[in-house]
């Protein structure tokens, strides 16, 4: 990196932590804000230190984590609050962390991909809230323990049907809540006006059949949206670069999917 900068913003529940890291370029680049997985209650920003710092390398953008509160001390929909506030937050500031003024992306994983979905989701009708590309790996996104992918993979590998309900179960303040679309983002009544995505699935993943009817539902609204698969990989496989080849190349899609989407 050319520079990695810990500082706290203003969130709507406190001081709220964020990571930026500054790639080695001789220009500004615009921002992706990004949000870490762990299923709204594990992981923070150091366990997703060293994706964000490979994916600043390989799109040369700006990245900004954001360590959102996490369930079960701050359920739904406090982690959505604090996205929504990350994302306005650096759109107005974008000199205070060198980047470029203007569009953003936003990306996240697993359950950073639902609070990716849900902020662009709430922000979508906001003057100068422009986002430019969702970027969802394996993302969550609809509460709802019936697709073929959850009948199929209901014993993982790596994530299992137990332990998303486990999950939902600490996140959600009450179980209807998970009808609210700034929860389960595929339930929105209407997709319209939503950011093009690039979402990665992983083949043996109980939420690969959320990913893909979330690019179908955005084709459907109108937009232009890329799905890619990964056959024979699990929930959570972009992590492991130093052994899985398909994980350096999905890094790298990812990454020129971002780069593509600021011309």
Request: with cysteine; net charge negative.
């Amino acid at each position: 990196m050319a520079q990695v900068i810990d500082r706290r913003i203003p969130g709507p529940g406190g001081a709220l932590p964020i990571r930026v890291y500054l790639p080695r370029v001789d220009r500004s680049r615009p921002a992706v804000v990004y949000f870490h997985g762990g299923g709204w209650v594990l992981c923070d920003l150091d366990s997703h230190d060293a994706l964000c710092r490979r994916l600043c390398n390989a799109s040369e953008m700006t990245i900004v984590s954001v360590g959102y509160r996490r369930a079960p001390e701050h359920r739904f929909p406090a982690a959505v609050d604090d996205a929504v506030a990350a994302i306005r937050w650096v759109t107005d500031h974008p000199g205070e962390i060198g980047v470029r003024s203007g569009p953003i992306a936003v990306a996240g994983d697993s359950a950073g991909g639902n609070l990716a979905a849900a902020a662009a989701l709430a922000l979508r009708a906001e003057p100068g809230r422009a986002i430019a590309l969702q970027v969802l790996l394996y993302p969550v996104l609809a509460y709802d323990f019936t697709t073929e992918s959850y009948r199929r993979h209901a014993a993982g590998p790596a994530l299992t049907l137990a332990a998303m309900q486990w999950y939902w179960g600490h996140y959600l303040a009450e179980p209807d809540d998970g009808r609210s679309p700034l929860a389960s983002p595929l339930l929105a009544e209407s997709l319209a006006g939503m950011p093009d995505a690039y979402v990665v699935v992983a083949g043996l993943d109980p939420l690969r059949d959320e990913g893909v009817r979330y690019v179908q539902r955005l084709h459907e609204a109108g937009g232009s949206s890329t799905l890619v698969e990964y056959h024979g990989m699990f929930h959570g496989f972009v992590s492991y670069q130093a052994q899985l080849p398909a994980a350096r190349n999905a890094l790298t899609a990812s990454a020129a999917a971002l780069a593509d989407a600021f011309g």
